[in-house]
């Protein structure tokens, strides 16, 4: 899936249609994708501004069909890693549209072979759990260790003195003094986290004596020890 937005300096208004409806968030993406589209024939599945017709059935096949549904199945699933965002976040309507762009990915007439497509499905599946994490975290949903489940790689290794952390600040705590921090509005994200007395130096978690002296908001490690 595809996105636009407008790029007007202010924040809260990139989920805006073509007819200035300003949708929640991405949870509204195809409504919002949908509202852009100019020509059906290069975007299969949408459907055009007050146009009646159904949107063109991507998942015709299926065996792409059974395939899909099963990559994205565990945003609807009472049990397991992601069952307590249901609350919090709409997972039909995400699997609908996980499902739809991994239909695309595999019905697509081009050079690549079935594995190739699979491995550009799972890409899809992940990006789109992916997307579903992250607003659960927003919402303040809670969630599991996911990503084996799902079949996704893990986040990179964490540098040292970090850990691998499902539900972080998203403000951490950094040699600099940050007087504001524009990613507080989200409760929680999925990340590395220093270990306890610890603060972030650029990309390296150092104990905060180490911190040495400080320029602004960036955090510069004292290396005359």
Not at 137 to 150: M, N, S, V
Request: proline letters at 5%; aromatic letters at 4%.
């Amino acid at each position: 899936m595809w996105f636009v937005w407008t790029i007007k300096k202010k924040k809260g208004n990139d989920f805006t249609t073509r007819t200035g409806e300003q949708l929640a968030s991405e949870r509204e993406a195809n409504k919002f994708g949908n509202s852009w589209v100019t020509d059906k024939s290069t975007c299969p599945g949408a459907s055009l501004p007050n146009d009646d017709s159904p949107p063109d059935e991507l998942c015709d096949n299926e065996e792409h069909k059974a395939r899909a549904q099963k990559m994205c199945n565990m945003m609807t699933a009472v049990e397991g890693p992601l069952s307590g965002c249901q609350p919090k976040v709409d997972g039909p309507a995400l699997e609908k549209g996980c499902v739809e762009d991994i239909c695309g990915v595999l019905s697509k007439d081009d050079h690549l072979g079935p594995k190739e497509k699979h491995e550009e499905a799972k890409i899809v599946a992940c990006n789109a759990y992916t997307n579903f994490v992250d607003t659960c975290l927003e919402e303040g949903g809670i969630l599991e260790a996911w990503r084996d489940a799902a079949k996704c790689p893990q986040i990179k290794k964490c540098p040292a003195n970090s850990k691998y952390s499902l539900q972080m600040s998203p403000c951490p705590k950094t040699c600099g003094k940050q007087k504001k921090c524009l990613a507080r509005k989200k409760k929680r994200v999925e990340g590395c986290e220093c270990n306890k007395g610890y603060v972030l130096s650029d990309d390296e978690c150092v104990k905060e004596d180490q911190c040495g002296c400080t320029l602004k908001v960036k955090g510069l490690r004292n290396t005359s020890r």
